[in-house]
């Protein structure tokens, strides 16, 4: 049996307070509007070598895009906490992660999946990745488990939780299904993504 190293990550569940979602929801139901957030194309997505289709289906923006001063930004500022303490937990949680510690820049996602949308099997162009999943109660959805494809692990999904991993562990999103009637009004999965890098691979 070939062995499959597990992925070394951390989590955090009821990562936001109360004033830190009424700030990002407040946000969220601004720019989730038609017309404003973008496809998969436009926001970064490695290829179906097979298809030449993009990996994922689903709706987003970076946060760099939207605000020339990024401080602005609810979302930008509560998503910063990532850095109070929690880099460095996820950095001594195992000797192969310490690599966080030595990253100089960030780039922030808002993604949202709708009906149908999901993720296929990728790796991210970095040194870690911090995904913040967050969604209206009740919950109008089923699917959407991130899934670590190389070791067949499956987290839990749950409303206002952090998890942060080695962006060289290729994982997946599960296709969202949702009724016709609950699309469009912005009850589906929202994932808030940050990727650290070092500046070198800024640049």
């Not at 109360?18 to 601004?30: G, K, P, T, V």
Request: proline content about 5%; charged content about 25%; some cysteine.
């Amino acid at each position: 049996m070939a062995y499959e190293p597990e992925v070394n990550y951390i989590i955090e569940r009821d990562y936001f307070t109360e004033h830190e979602l009424e700030l990002i929801w407040r946000e969220l139901d601004h720019l989730n509007r038609p017309g404003v957030f973008d496809p998969p194309e436009k926001t970064g997505s490695s290829l179906d070598l097979e298809s030449n289709t993009v990996r994922k289906q689903n709706s987003g923006l970076w946060i760099h895009e939207i605000y020339h001063k990024p401080k602005f930004s609810a979302i930008f500022s509560c998503v910063g906490k990532l850095f109070n303490g929690y880099t460095y937990k996820y950095a001594t949680h195992h000797y192969t992660n310490r690599g966080v510690l030595q990253t100089e820049a960030s780039t922030h996602l808002i993604s949202y999946y709708e009906n149908q949308d999901h993720y296929k099997p990728h790796r991210d162009n970095a040194v870690a990745t911090a995904l913040h999943w967050l969604w209206k109660e009740p919950k109008k959805f089923t699917g959407g488990e991130l899934t670590f494809t190389e070791t067949g692990e499956t987290i839990p999904l749950t409303n206002n939780t952090m998890i942060i991993f080695p962006s060289y562990a290729e994982h997946e999103v599960s296709q969202v299904v949702m009724n016709p009637e609950d699309c469009g009004k912005g009850l589906g999965r929202y994932c808030l993504s940050t990727f650290l890098f070092t500046a070198l691979e800024k640049q």
